[in-house]
């Protein structure tokens, strides 16, 4: 079981792989800045500071007309919700259901932090087809008119994904 924290400079992120570059540079050189700034906060979990797994979640609302693909009879009604901008894993690490944890650790940070908005969503984008696949083998939905877009109600992720 690895521990979550939040990405601080003591972190080492120089060895990290996961297989997708832009995501190792994304770690490298964007997330400690923009979670200093709480624009966009990054969690890690580490190995004696080395960091093997990390992903940042985003404020964001999303419309509720996009995720159903429906008309609402109030219009485009906002609801909260929290964003995955970003997940992987180091490849030394991979297809041995770490994979999973991290999504599900991610998702229950999500559920705490919406715990009182009932109508909140948490919401994930793929980077390709095999991210994309991987979100709807957790029961991620892709939205309507963004399919490399996914989404979930937070209370169908807290009776669904358990750590
Ligand atoms: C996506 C990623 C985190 C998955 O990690 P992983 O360790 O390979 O996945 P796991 O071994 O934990 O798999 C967990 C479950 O998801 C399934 N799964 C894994 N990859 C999948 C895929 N591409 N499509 C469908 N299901 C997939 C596994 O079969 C497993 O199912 P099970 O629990 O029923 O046995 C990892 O591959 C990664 O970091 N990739 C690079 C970055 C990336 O694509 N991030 C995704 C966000 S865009």
Redesign the pocket.
Do not use: E, N, P, V
């Given at each position: 079981m690895w521990v979550t924290e939040r990405l601080s400079a003591s972190h080492d992120l120089d060895k990290f792989s996961?297989?997708?570059p832009v995501?190792d540079e994304w770690l490298r050189h964007a997330a400690l800045p923009l979670s200093d700034s709480d624009q966009a906060r990054t969690f890690v979990w580490s190995d004696q500071n080395k960091v093997i797994?990390f992903y940042t979640l985003v404020p964001h609302e999303i419309r509720r007309d996009s995720r159903t693909g429906k008309r609402t009879s109030s219009g485009a009604v906002a609801a909260p919700a929290l964003f995955?901008s970003?997940?992987?894993?180091?490849?030394r690490?991979?297809?041995?259901?770490?994979?999973?944890?991290?999504?599900v650790d991610a998702v229950a940070r999500c559920i705490v932090a919406l715990e009182k908005a009932d109508a909140g969503v948490i919401v994930?984008?793929?980077?390709?087809?095999?991210?994309?696949?991987?979100?709807?083998?957790?029961g991620f939905t892709p939205l309507a008119n963004a399919p490399f877009r996914l989404a979930m109600r937070a209370r169908d992720a807290r009776t669904n994904l358990t750590l």
């Open positions: 996961c297989g997708t995501f797994a995955l970003a997940m992987a894993l180091d490849q690490f991979q297809g041995k259901g770490l994979g999973g944890r991290l999504l994930a984008d793929a980077i390709d087809h095999d991210a994309r696949a991987f979100y709807q083998h957790f």
